[in-house]
């Protein structure tokens, strides 16, 4: 350690640096090298705290966080020009809860060094403030009509299918307590949520779909009659919206499997896009209780993880979830 430490800075410990440089990129060798010796230092301890999350080096750091440190800074920078007082451990502290199944409110408070009573209301608070960023990311459906000839053009090219905007899904997150949240999302060429409802009205799909506020959209004839595609059981007949063919009605005409390969392969992409959210963040697959504004981050989160092409590994397949509403 000796040949890392500047003479001047000889009576900090090497914890004490590593405070002092947690905000910078932790891509130089200095840095790296001396969270490789804390971390040996913690895992002799087995006791993780926020300071182990923001002294360690990326590999240790991937392992309990599911966004890559590059990535949070460049959205906590963005959430903070326009929020003075968003914290960055407040931050992570989010990304952190959503990274593992077995996380919880008791546990985060102890890596966290806060009262279990603030747990939960600094999740939303963080969550809302996320929210600012809404215009500039995704999730929303599309306006711009060249922003929606150029996702019809894309849809046409890889599936032979004229005039689809989108692939829209239901599914349903079942909390710890007995309550559940109804998510409405709408998928793009590129798997991005381009626009997501959230209730907790209802298990019936038609019912969610009415509350939701895609509804309005979906009963309106559009110019250019683009639609949606969608399941084929228990979504209703709306203008825009463009279901599977039912069992007993594959074997009608010829042309009717291949039209149905092909919807069917549209209807995946909304499918796997929500596996992919539950992948990255699978807290939601066990929240605690109904917190519309974590899930909404979460989604968010994960729309801007891919358009800033952060690769980090899931912690499970994604195609082993199960979900109510998502066939």
Known sequence: ??????????RLTAKDKLVKMCVQEYSNDYT??????????????????????????????????????????????????????????????????LSCRSNSEREAAVVFDIDSEDVFSRLIDTSCKLSWLRGSSKMRLPDDEYDEDEIVECF???????????ALGVMRLDCLDGSWINVVAIVDHE???????????????????????????????????????CPADGYPSLPQLLPGLRDDEITLFDEMPDFDLRHSDVVSYARTA???????????DTLETAAPEVVEAAFMLHNLCNQLRDTSIYNYCADDLMYSFSR
Request: hydrophobic share 40%; proline share 2%; glycine share 2%.
């Open 274 to 284: 929500i596996k992919e959210v539950v992948s990255r963040f699978p807290k939601l």
């Open 32 to 97: 790296r090298a001396l969270s490789l010796a804390y971390m040996e230092e913690v895992l002799v301890q087995k006791m993780l705290k926020v300071s182990d999350l923001l002294l360690c080096a990326d590999e240790e750091f991937d392992v309990h966080v599911n966004v890559t440190r590059r990535t949070i800074k460049k959205i906590f920078d963005a959430v903070r020009m326009e929020h003075k007082d968003f914290q960055y451990n407040d931050f992570l502290l989010l990304i952190w809860y």
């Open 156 to 166: 046409k090219r890889r599936t032979e299918l004229p005039n689809v905007l989108g």
């Open 1 to 10: 350690m000796a040949g890392f430490i500047n003479k001047n800075e000889e």
């Open 191 to 229: 798997r991005y949520f381009r626009h997501l409802s959230l209730s907790d009205s209802s298990h019936v799909v038609q019912d969610v779909l009415r509350n939701s506020e895609i509804y309005g959209r979906l009963c309106q004839d559009h110019p250019k009659h683009y639609t949606f595609l």
